[in-house]
């Protein structure tokens, strides 16, 4: 039920006034969701439109690319088609002329600082308006969960600005609209770069039913505590690509539900899983195209690049943005929702193997993590150091012999191509993680791999 504002006005709800924008915006999201495709498709069209026109008054990088072109709810998608894919380097630039005046309808805007997994920083511009649609779409993930509300919420994740050492940041609600809309039970966060040890030992302090962290992350935990650390019921997955092995195996040994969420610092929630199991992305703020090479959309089930116009925050000009993340489209849902689907998010640019021919493909890391592995190792990471060389960094269990070495060096061929040349180089303790924390199993270090082209 809806909380009251007011202790004396109980029923129909009054609503914290500060929260009204996201108030509403939950409510047609909890109409559109249902909307019939065309429909959908249609308001998209009406709004993509003012975005397109807006931009081609307000920013300088989009007023000479639109220059000329029919802007109307007609023919905005086929006016978007027209138009380059926007980079993260465009994106850095502050004198690209991507950041644009905004009117007051849009209320104050506020500036985000992201890292990003490459460590590249972004700052990009936000409305309160974007925001709040934000908000919005995070309490209808939570609804899609089925995710009490009353219940404790742990996160253990980057960009906290606490120490390996720093106790768990306890706060009174999961987050703040929440609290003041439908009630929430606490939360508390740790930083990602805590010691796993840690994190098990606040699990088990704190208690928690939820538990939101990176699939890396949550992989050295199951790692080190077979058993459910403290009766989570569920673990959602944001930040990198979730492996269906590890989803699997969390469910049966934790016995959780896994629920994967897709979202970027500077676009927020991209997709979420609906009840049946599948991505559905958050039409009504974002299109979201995946694209192939030559920026032709793909086919249900084929793999290419995420490439997201933001259609809210006019602060920022993030048309045909691409996000560097590889994803599949997927088919209608059986759930009901006309919200474009995505089969997989599979991952960034930066996790293919790249051949001395060009062509790109993804490691069969599920080889990497099979019992001839485990045995011999507690953590690895591959690293593409050269056209065919492949490093593969490791924290082993014993001193290695040199079976053993022949051991690995033909599981990572098997994984990532019988031509490479594997290095092995060997830690004593945990391996080094990126610039914000997170862990890639698999990273390609030659240049230009983490650059979408145009
Ligand atoms: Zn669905």
């Known amino acids: 039920m809806l909380k009251s504002a007011s202790t004396e006005l109980r029923w129909p709800a009054v609503i914290d006034p500060r929260y009204a924008q996201v108030f509403a915006a939950f409510v047609q999201l909890e109409a559109s969701q249902w909307l019939p495709a065309e429909r959908l498709r249609a308001l998209q069209a009406v709004q ?22 029919d802007l109307q709810a007609a023919n905005a998608f086929a006016a978007l088609a027209t138009l380059p894919i926007l980079t993260r380097a465009d994106l850095q630039d502050p004198a690209a002329g991507l950041f644009c005046e905004v009117g007051d309808a849009h209320g104050p805007t506020v500036s985000l600082s992201t890292s990003g997994s490459t460590g590249e920083p972004v700052k990009i511009l936000c409305t309160l308006a974007a925001q709040a649609l934000r908000q919005a779409f995070q309490l209808r993930n939570f609804a899609w969960h089925q995710l009490d509300t009353r219940k404790t919420y742990a996160s253990i994740r980057s960009g906290l600005k606490l120490g390996p050492e720093s106790p768990p940041q306890r706060a009174a609600n999961w987050n703040a609209a929440l609290a003041a809309l439908f009630g929430s039970g606490p939360s508390w966060s740790l930083g990602i ?21 990176y699939p890396s992350n949550l992989r050295g935990l199951l790692e080190l505590s077979p058993d459910n650390p403290c009766g989570l ?20 040994a934790w016995g959780v539900r896994v629920l994967d969420e897709y979202s970027s610092e500077e676009l927020g929630p ?6 049946r199991g599948r991505f559905h992305c958050m039409a009504e703020g974002l299109i979201v195209e995946i694209l192939r090479q030559d920026n032709s959309p793909c086919a249900p089930g084929e793999p290419g690049r995420v490439v997201v116009t933001d259609l809210r925050n006019f602060a920022t000009a993030m048309i045909r943005y691409a996000t560097n993340d590889y994803a599949l489209p997927g088919e209608a849902c059986d759930c009901g929702r006309a919200l474009p689907t995505l089969a997989r998010i599979v991952g960034r640019e930066r996790n293919l193997v790249r051949l001395p021919d060009g062509s790109r493909f993804w490691p069969n890391l599920s080889l990497m993590h099979g019992d001839a592995m485990r045995e011999r190792l507690r953590q690895f990471q591959l690293l ?15 001193a290695l012999s040199a079976e053993d070495r022949a051991v690995l060096e033909e599981t990572v061929r098997a994984a990532c191509g019988a031509l490479f040349t594997v290095e092995l180089e060997a830690f004593d303790g945990p391996l080094p993680t990126g610039p914000n924390g997170k862990f890639l199993e698999f990273q390609c270090l030659l240049p230009d791999a983490g650059q979408a082209r145009r």
């Open 48 to 69: 993509l439109a003012s975005r397109l026109q807006h931009a081609a008054q307000a920013s300088r990088w989009f007023a000479p690319r639109l220059a000329g072109i």
């Open 193 to 213: 770069n805590a010691p796993l040890e840690r994190q098990l030992a606040a699990l088990a302090g704190e208690g928690a039913h939820y538990l939101a962290s």
């Open 233 to 252: 019921e569920a673990v959602i997955s944001a930040g990198e690509a979730m492996d269906p092995a590890l989803a699997e195996a969390l469910a049966q």
């Open 270 to 275: 991209i997709a979420t899983l609906c009840e």
């Open 384 to 398: 593409q150091v050269a056209p065919t060389t492949i490093r593969l960094r490791l924290r082993p269990r014993r």
